[in-house]
T-cell receptor, first 112, second 109 residues
Framework: DADVTQTPRNRITKTGKRIMLECSQT?????MYWYRQDPGLGLRLIYY???????NKGEISDGYSVSRQAQAKFSLSLESAIPNQTALYFC???????????FGPGTRLTVL | KNEVEQSPQNLTAQEGEFITINCSYS?????LHWLQQHPGGGIVSLFM???GKKKHGRLIATINIQEKHSSLHITASHPRDSAVYIC???????????FGKGTLLTVNP
């Protein structure tokens, strides 16, 4: 079984809808991250969390919110989706040393 | 904000060729990561280095801190090496990464 899982893997939605992307990990890591990837651009950090009580904004947090329900779960929400949030979203984890990040398989989100 | 530039953007090689992908950054860093993104989208970490050189199988990563430059080399390239290779840098001790746009490598048989 994969160490970092994301659900759903693909989602098509309409402008204005609320969407939640979920990430779960079995690696026992404290640190979790949400990134988005757009064609021609590098991965960009949306939010990150170093433990259950720690949530931090990343480079492009506007229009997004997160919830760290447990050490193993980190959810990303789009409160009112807009078309320019169409992208590939990745969740990642790392241990406290941050030496390596482990990525989930990605969620392809399309907002019409 | 650190600017991370990779070159080339696209690279096509014949099986067996020696491959070099370059990464330069603008601000001093604490570590540099090389990652591989498979055609299906999955991302895996290849190396993290803060000085010198690391080797894993046919992959070699080097970094020159003074020059703010890193290279990823692939020896005896194989079609299964076809992927996007991504450079990312880490500043200070906050473990946040800034990513390059990636280099698309295609190795033909």
């Amino acid at each position: 079984d994969a160490d970092v899982t994301q659900t759903p893997r693909n989602r098509i939605t309409k402008t204005g809808k609320r969407i939640m992307l979920e990430c779960s990990q079995t690696k026992g890591h404290d640190r979790m991250y949400w990134y988005r990837q757009d064609p021609g651009l590098g991965l960009r950090l949306i939010y990150y969390s170093f433990d259950v009580k720690d949530i931090n904004k990343g480079e492009i947090s506007d229009g997004y919110s997160v919830s760290r329900q447990a050490q193993a779960k980190f959810s990303l929400s789009l409160e009112s989706a807009i078309p320019n949030q169409t992208a590939l979203y990745f969740c990642a984890t790392s241990d406290f040393r941050g030496t390596e990040q482990f990525f989930g398989p990605g969620t392809r989100l399309t907002v019409l | 904000k650190n600017e991370v530039e990779q070159s080339p953007q696209n690279l096509t090689a014949q099986e067996g060729e020696f491959i070099t992908i370059n990464c330069s950054y603008s601000v001093g860093i604490s570590a540099l990561h090389w990652l591989q993104q498979h055609p299906g989208g999955g991302i895996v970490s290849l190396f993290m280095l803060s000085s010198g050189k690391k080797k894993h199988g046919r992959l070699i990563a080097t970094i020159n801190i003074q020059e703010k430059h890193s290279s990823l080399h692939i020896t005896a390239s194989h079609p299964r090496d076809s992927a996007v290779y991504i450079c990312a840098v880490e500043e200070g001790s906050n473990y946040k990464l800034t990513f390059g746009k990636g280099t698309l490598l295609t190795v033909n048989p």
